[in-house]
């Protein structure tokens, strides 16, 4: 295979990594931007959709897409249940103390992955693709279950877009993030969305974690690597902005995606290391950072 | 018949310092009462403690004699009290149009409010789409006055509004202000500079360290300069 279609193939692989990074990092994003809070358990989100996409679809009878389907939509719902309850039983009590929330996202990740080794296990676990048609490219096959993952997560980020700028939800959303005493003194309430949001968010990590195993088997560990690159993506694109996330996640994900193929992955990550470094140095607040008041 | 707003003796603290002491107002439609103070004596305090914004410690508050004294703060802004902050609070980077949408969101009343909150202020609605950052700065006051306007509110706080306004821009909110006196609404005004409050106010408060040291009638104020002296050093 000449360099031309190496080339390509990398580039596609980068952009399926960059699909599930941009659901995750996004996610991250919008409950900091909005709620200020820096949720480190976020990455376990992401694991606990995985693990009960596997549930789902190997509880469901008959074909694996309709398992596959059940889970896209089951294991985000599960999720940002949780995620709820987690904010009304913990967030809410610490008042949203950014230190004090830290701490407690901290303990939430140990608490869910513990909660999930004992269940589920230490096993890796595949989850079959809706389906296996490959596609004959000139000078490679390519998986279509592959191609339909970027095309996914194209659409959720429509819907997202649509709904931030489009909807009396996403307005209230907004107003709640640019100024919160404000949105209280208009009838905003407040706690109602930040419980939302923390729901929003971990879901949309879960949607990301459902369309990866398939390619990636279902891990009770598996949360770190999507954590710590969706960290990566949100300082690089600037806390709370969301195009800068959406920028910084096909970035990543493609520089990740390419230095993997032709390099190693160990090279990828210390380059996208460098990268948050260098933008930590020289523009601290972010490639699209906006001004705060 | 009850007041509009009426506030009992709040106490109100920032940790541990103590913000209000005893705070009781009481404000009838039709009637402008305003609050005058030095920096610092608590008057936006008062305000955002009135929207729950720092809940009070202790006290009640009644609007056209409900007691909201137990309600969290999004509940207030419904029982018709429209708020105007200092130094305005836009949503920036909203355009003019959604950030009136979010004075609508609080009382379904929709396009009728809208349209009747921008009678007061026509050069809004050429601007409807532009982003509310760049609008000057009296046109930046309109429209927080506009948003305050789109709850329909029956009492209207406004939190020095004409701070940092040319002489003509301040003209014309005072008008506005007169307008919606005379057309029956509660008008609470914070201001520092006395000249700006005479011409609208029907009663003066003055406030220093957190209390309200003593209530005026405007027409006692205008023969008495010495209390001005005594309480913002005019
Ligand atoms: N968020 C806060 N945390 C702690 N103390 C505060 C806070 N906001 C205000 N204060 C203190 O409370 C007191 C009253 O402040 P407030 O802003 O209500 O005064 P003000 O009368 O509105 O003054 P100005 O005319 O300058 O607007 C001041 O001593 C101020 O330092
Ligand atoms: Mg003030």
């Keep these: 295979m000449g360099f031309g279609p190496f080339l390509f193939l990398a580039t596609l692989e980068g952009l399926v990594q960059a699909s599930v990074l941009v659901l995750t990092a996004v996610g991250l994003s919008l409950v900091f931007g909005v709620m200020r809070v820096v949720n480190v358990a976020h990455g376990e989100f992401f694991m606990l959709g995985a693990v009960i996409a596997w549930f789902v679809a190997t509880n469901m009878p008959g074909d694996p897409a309709i398992g596959f389907i059940a889970a896209l939509i089951i294991s985000p719902l599960a999720v940002g249940a949780v995620a709820y309850v987690a904010d009304r039983l913990i967030l809410t009590r610490l008042n949203y103390n950014p230190e004090a929330t830290i701490v407690a996202t901290i303990g939430l990740l140990y608490v869910i992955q513990q909660s999930v080794l004992m269940t589920y296990g230490a096993d890796a676990r595949p989850v079959d693709p809706p389906f296996y048609y490959t596609i004959r490219l000139p000078w490679f096959g390519y998986s279509s279950y592959k191609l339909f993952v970027i095309a996914a997560a194209c659409v959720l980020l429509g819907v997202i877009w649509f709904v931030l700028k489009r909807t009396k939800w996403g307005l209230l959303m907004r107003a709640t993030q640019f100024d919160r005493e404000t949105a209280l003194a208009f009838g905003i309430p407040v706690r109602k969305v930040y419980s939302f949001v923390f729901a929003i968010g971990a879901g949309l990590a879960a949607i990301g974690a459902v369309l990866i195993v398939p390619i990636q088997q279902a891990h009770y560990l598996m949360g770190l690597d999507p954590l710590l690159l969706s960290f990566t993506v949100v300082i690089i694109g600037g806390l709370g902005s969301i195009q800068g996330t959406i920028f910084a996640a096909i970035l990543i994900g493609l520089s990740d995606g390419i230095l993997s193929v032709f390099f190693s992955p160990t090279l990828a990550k210390i380059v996208s290391t460098l990268f948050v470094a260098m933008v930590l140095v020289f523009k601290p607040n972010g490639l699209f950072a906006k001004a705060k008041r | ?234």
């Excluded at chain 2, 009850?2 to 009481?26: M, W």
């Excluded at chain 2, 149009?97 to 909150?117: D, F, P, Y």
């Excluded at chain 2, 014309?172 to 007169?178: K, P, Q, T």
């Excluded at chain 2, 005379?182 to 011409?199: F, H, N, S, T, Y």
């Design chain 2, 1 to 234: 018949m009850a007041a509009s707003l009426e506030v009992i003796g709040f106490d109100t603290f920032y940790g541990q310092s103590q913000a209000l002491r005893e705070f009781s107002i009481r404000l009838e439609g039709g009637k402008v009462l305003c609050l005058l103070g030095r920096n610092g004596a608590g008057k936006t305090t008062a305000l955002k403690s009135i929207m729950g914004i720092i809940p009070p410690r202790k006290g009640k508050l009644l609007i056209d004699g409900n007691d909201l004294s137990e309600k969290p703060a999004y509940e207030i802004p419904k029982h018709g009290i429209g708020y105007v902050p200092q130094g305005r609070r836009l949503f920036s980077e909203l355009t003019v149009r959604e950030n009136l949408e979010i004075g609508l969101l609080t009382r379904s009343t929709g396009k009728q409010a809208l349209e009747h909150a921008l009678s007061y202020f026509p050069v809004l609605r050429e601007r409807i789409n532009q982003v509310s950052g760049t609008l000057s700065g009296g046109e930046q006051t309109m429209l927080a006055i506009a948003r305050a306007l789109c709850i329909e509110p029956s009492v209207l706080m406004l939190d020095e509004p004409t701070e940092g306004l040319m002489p003509s821009a301040i003209a014309a909110i005072r008008d506005v202000v007169i307008k919606l006196r005379d057309e029956g609404k509660a008008i609470l005004l914070v201001e520092q500079r006395v000249d700006a409050v005479i011409p609208v106010a029907d009663t003066v408060a003055f406030m220093d360290h957190g209390e309200i040291r003593e209530t005026v009638a405007i027409d006692v104020l205008k023969d008495n300069p010495a209390l001005l002296q005594k309480y913002v050093g005019v």
